[in-house]
């Protein structure tokens, strides 16, 4: 076992329980926390694919932003943390829910194992901010606009709605 199947190993097993976490933690700023976690560790995995620049926009957009946008947004809102108590049938979901994903996990380790990829690039990885960047402002200039005025859109109607709720109290 070389260096980089271990280093995969370990970030794709952070992954893994910071999505687990996640999903099954009882208060919202655990669950954002153990989302960052499964942000970062995803980050890794891009550098070891050779994409900085995406593991780059990974920590800086999801791990900063999206995160301090759901804090935005949970502190916006009025959450009462009532206890849930675990019943049975909670529990039986549970098990259903895992044997449902070793039973789709295994169909897909069985899928991609047969797989071919064909040959690799050797010069894929060669200067790919520059190739990213000229993509992005040669062929999707327009989309990478419209997609910056629908996050001000939002973010603006966030405010007005965050000031409404706030004069009406």
């Known amino acids: 076992m070389t260096g980089e199947v271990m280093i995969f190993l370990v970030l794709a097993t952070i992954a893994i329980f910071g999505a687990l976490v996640m999903l099954n933690a ?19 995995l891009y550098v070891m694919l050779s994409a900085e620049f995406v593991a780059v926009v990974q920590v800086l957009i999801y791990s900063g932003a999206i995160s301090i ?34 039973l789709f996990f295994g169909i897909m380790y069985v899928l991609i194992e047969g797989v ?3 040959a690799t690039a050797p010069d894929l990885h ?19 606009e419209l997609v ?7 973010f603006i109607g966030a405010i007005l709605l965050a000031k409404r709720e706030e004069d009406t109290e």
Do not use: C
């Open 148 to 154: 910056s005025i629908v996050l001000l859109v939002a």
């Open 26 to 44: 009882s208060k919202v700023i655990h669950m954002l926390l153990a989302l960052v976690l499964t942000f970062l560790s995803i980050a890794g």
């Open 126 to 144: 060669v200067e790919n901010t520059k190739q990213i960047g000229l993509s992005l402002y040669s062929h999707y200039v327009i989309p990478f």
């Open 116 to 118: 071919n990829f064909g």
């Open 69 to 102: 946008m759901m804090i935005f947004g949970i502190m916006l809102t009025k959450h009462h943390h009532d206890a849930k108590e675990r019943t049975y049938r909670s529990s039986q979901r549970g098990w259903l829910v895992g044997v449902a994903m070793v």
